[in-house]
């Protein structure tokens, strides 16, 4: 039988033009990660089983993981999500790490769900925490860095809309305000962040399943189902209007538009499939038509650490996948054509042996030079040069080799410039850096 | 119960500290490999079973892979070594793919064995690959690159050699001149692989266990043992020293010696652990009396791209691990001291909503900036700096936001410079420009 050609399913190859987009996004992710002061980390993509049934989300364990046993009997997860490791990672060194702590990494991530469009079975995501803020300039600075990066993307504010809510709005509304039990409470808020997936009398039939005879008798469902319909928060009601987290809330969008970020809105039925947020949760949503849907998200989740047994800690932090990213990118063409970085293909018409000597110098002088070896006509090796999209073709002959002259064909304009090794570098990194400052 | 603190057993964290020693490591790996005219790819950390069956040695698939069943009962693999791997992305484009193809990654690979230095359970390692060359060029450009890298880590001759020998040389060895059968010559040749970690006595008697009485009686293994004392080409039996294998082997070392690579030596006991080597094979031990061992290998494998059932495509192609790497230059003094990416630390003194202005003016000249965000006293905010050996301090407050001119100070040295925020932000980034050019 014949071996598979095909990557495992709902994971993905990436050659070498996927893999250079790849490292365009991540670079810039990490250029701007860095200029908020975060330190990138990193960790086993193998944790043992139990982090994850501390906190996350149970359907996520039971069902969309990919778990094992180890040869040695340990049972093993390969992480569906980074926030229980980095969790872990601070808490072992809870007291030597001074804060506050601002770290980001961009792991590969598994789940084992029906592939579809923007979700596969792994991605890779870069995640930003913050540690040790209490405060909401904690949140104000992700935030603020978020919408730097789309920016550094070339993303402008038309093209995606930052939306806010409060997981302790949240329980203030559906337990103080219409008196559900902490329960029906939790249960109502993972309904609630599915409701944009389905239509209006599934969601309300939903909900009624989820909430006591009691509680629908006397009119709690109508009452929610009006608050969902608030989508400013100077229209709730007083007592929820008043409350901090409103407050805070409200503060925190006057902030960021004092910032220029004025594309945000409150979105009371934002609530994070995450069961460990605390505070403040955002979402991205793209704007494009054809792709209304969250691209990233986080917010505020002070237990985390402190579920690993030490001293609390406050934190938030935010996960923002590849694909959906890259989605992003090509609905709105700010996806940049990126070449190989070979600079120069040599083809060595005479001497092999003596030919090496000037393709060191030129390496040595920081050239990107790839060599062709065969003995293959030169209109067969020029067609390999074009057909890898290598600017600058070298012809190394006896003559070039006698003179101690070159020439670099430049191979879309078949401009030819002739000189020494050196002059030749030169030439070809001013033009390289010329390139590098019009980015 | 508490949750466990510490990474998966033989994995490893990456602190900021380690994730920064890795970045530099990757960063050379990179550089030199794109010098040479390789592009960069990547695949899934898991693999269909079935493609390490075929050719990989036994003993990994069966007692050190982390193999398991998936939720859709497919029988998959976190993948040992990439060699399948690449063998499978390039014949599932055999066609579209232009030749010479010159391929990099850095994957992350898991074993399941006992962890010992230099020896963990998951490590990176760079893969180098170079297709469609037949020609001994591919092996000489793959280890000048090796050298190269060595070089480019700062590492002189006198800390590594070069050991190079031929598997067809070895097969024309046991089983033309010695008279071994094909099968006693194939676990003969695991056999030797293991020789320097065996005491004498214990090699001759493994030896005497794979093959047959006959064999024994008939002088085959003092033959063979005459024949793993000899450590120069020239001093080959005549019928050995005259077959192509072993004078394409003269030709390398002297090609090398041309290219100032002298630290080379014939090893005839070199075997490479997997079945699927066909030609050359090198490995680069160091040569510090504490950790002589093997460090990283290659060499040619034709056979495995056309296992996939498309046209064969000859290739050569090697792994290096980022632990011994990093043991080496640990050893040998050649790790560099590496700091934190970020540039600023600001406290804010007054008004944290108008400090915001001049933090996002700073980032937006290209520094890297941390703030503090707590009320903490300026002593303390000082000294989270310096525990994080961030150069510069930046001190907000009134005075600083009234007359738009801020003061920077070297926190080391207690230099201070004032002035505008571009003259400022000229002044870090002249610097970092100084000290990277140092470098």
Redesign the interface.
């Known amino acids: 039988m ?8 709902g ?6 033009p ?3 987009l ?2 365009y996004m991540f670079g810039k992710w990490r250029e701007v990660a ?4 975060y ?10 089983l ?2 994850y049934q ?1 906190k996350t989300g149970d359907e996520i364990v039971n069902e969309q993981t ?1 778990s ?5 009997k ?1 049972q ?1 997860v ?1 992480r569906p999500e980074m926030t229980p490791t980095v969790s ?2 601070v ?3 809870r007291q030597e790490l ?3 702590l ?2 980001y990494s961009i792991p ?1 991530l ?1 789940r ?1 769900e029906r592939p579809q469009r923007g979700r596969l079975r ?1 991605h890779w995501q870069l995640n930003v925490d913050i540690f040790g ?1 209490a ?1 909401s ?2 949140e104000y ?1 992700i935030i ?1 860095m978020v919408d ?1 990066i789309f920016k550094t993307f070339g993303a402008d504010s038309k093209m995606y809309e930052i939306r806010l809510n409060s997981r302790q709005l949240i329980d203030q509304a559906l337990i103080n305000y219409i008196g559900f039990s902490s329960n029906e409470s939790r249960a109502l808020s993972h309904l609630i962040d599915r409701k944009a997936k389905m239509d209006k009398s599934k969601f309300i039939s939903a909900i009624d399943d989820l909430v006591s005879p009691k509680a629908r008798a006397s009119g709690k469902v109508e009452k929610l189902l009006a608050l969902l319909d608030i989508d400013n928060l100077d229209n709730l009601p007083a007592m929820l209007k008043l409350h901090d987290s409103a407050l805070d809330l409200k503060k925190m969008l006057r ?1 960021l538009n ?2 220029g970020i004025k594309n945000t809105l409150f979105d009371i039925s934002l609530m994070r499939g995450f069961d460990y947020y605390t505070g403040i949760v955002f979402e991205v949503y793209d704007r494009h038509p054809e792709n209304n849907r969250s691209m990233l998200g986080g917010g505020r989740y002070d237990g985390l650490v402190g ?3 030490v001293t609390p800690l406050p934190t938030v932090g935010f996960g923002w996948g590849d694909v959906t990213l890259a989605n992003f990118l090509e609905l709105h063409h700010l996806l940049p054509q990126i070449k ?3 600079e120069i ?1 040599a083809v060595l018409l005479d001497d ?2 003596k030919s ?1 000597a000037p393709i ?1 110098k030129l ?1 040595q002088l ?9 003995n293959r006509k030169l209109g067969d090796q020029i067609k ?1 040069a074009n ?2 999209s ?1 600017p600058y073709l070298l012809v190394i002959g006896r003559n070039e080799l006698k003179n101690n002259k070159f020439t670099l064909k430049h191979l879309e304009s078949s401009q030819e410039i002739t000189g020494s090794l050196s002059e030749l570098a030169n030439h070809v990194i001013e033009e390289r850096n010329n390139l590098k400052n019009k980015q």
């Open positions: 014949p071996l598979p050609l095909q990557p495992y399913k994971a993905r190859d990436f050659y070498p996927d893999k250079r790849q490292k860095e200029r908020y002061g330190e990138e980390y990193d960790a086993p993509i193998l944790e043992s139990e982090i501390a990919y094992f046993e180890d040869r040695g340990r093993v390969i872990r990672m808490a072992a060194r001074s804060y506050p601002r770290w590969n598994w084992y792994e803020i405060d300039g904690a600075e603020v730097d902030q004092q910032a579920a690993f047994g190989t970085e070979t293909y092999l042996e090496q060191a390496r920081g050239l990107d030079l790839a060599v062709d070896w065969s390999t057909k890898k290598i």
